[in-house]
């Protein structure tokens, strides 16, 4: 069963040495909602951050977007941070 339109996601090594699984976008059908497909593909995420020695995994969103974090707070974040994010436009 196909479950993503897409989800896009990188395994990144800080300066530091530490590894993390940044999770760029994630995209559920609309009729796949509600149905449990998010929290599938969270928890394979989870899985392969783990397998690839990752200490965290690490997203963000538009503050106004009301369901995924909603969806995301389910899911038990160990931590919500607020950010100031910037954009260059050319």
Not at 20 to 35: F, H, M, S
Not at 57 to 62: A, Q, T, Y
Request: hydrophobic fraction near 40%; charged fraction near 25%.
């Amino acid at each position: 069963m196909l479950i993503a339109k897409q989800i896009s996601s990188r395994i990144l090594l800080k300066p530091y040495g530490e590894s993390w699984l940044y999770l760029d976008e994630i995209d559920v059908p609309l009729n796949l909602r509600k149905q449990s497909a998010g929290s599938l593909m969270m928890k394979e995420l989870f899985e392969i951050a783990r397998e690839n020695g990752c200490v965290e995994v690490w997203l963000g969103m538009e503050k106004d977007n009301k369901i995924a974090q909603s969806f995301y707070e389910s899911l038990q974040p160990t931590e919500v941070e607020e950010f100031v994010g910037y954009t260059f436009k050319f």
